[in-house]
Nanobody, 120 residues
Framework: VQLVESGGGLVQAGGSLRLSCVAS????????MGWYRQGPGKQRELVAT????????NYADSVKGRFTISRDNAKNTMYLQMNSLKPEGTAMYYC??????????????WGQGTQVTISS
């Protein structure tokens, strides 16, 4: 199973980006999914997550009202719409998913990340 993020790039403060995360491979189902980020010299932190398959969402206080997480279960894809971007949001953004490869076995998976750089 592989997670591949895309959509990162360089954007000015106040701009927008939409990140995508596509899961591929032998997938029975995907449960919780989420976006995390790690800025320079910082620890990885939660940005936004689905707590279950299409269930309730959770956002970091720093992004509430500006970022929106969504998913398309039919396409095994998750999105992060990021608006009103701030320079402190510059980071590598990672996708994570709890993937069931069979009804009885699953594990957590991480993507390689997509870089988001926000200029002031």
């Amino acid at each position: 199973v592989q997670l591949v993020e895309s959509g990162g790039g360089l954007v000015q403060a106040g701009g927008s980006l939409r990140l995508s995360c596509v899961a591929s491979g032998s997938i029975f189902s995907i449960n919780a999914m989420g976006w995390y980020r790690q800025g320079p010299g910082k620890q990885r932190e939660l940005v936004a997550t689905f707590t279950s398959r299409g269930g309730s969402t959770n956002y970091a206080d720093s992004v509430k009202g500006r970022f929106t997480i969504s998913r398309d279960n039919a396409k095994n894809t998750m999105y992060l719409q990021m608006n009103s971007l701030k320079p402190e949001g510059t980071a590598m953004y990672y996708c994570s998913a709890d993937i069931q490869v069979s009804p009885d076995y699953g594990y957590s998976c991480w993507g390689q990340g997509t870089q988001v750089t926000i200029s002031s």
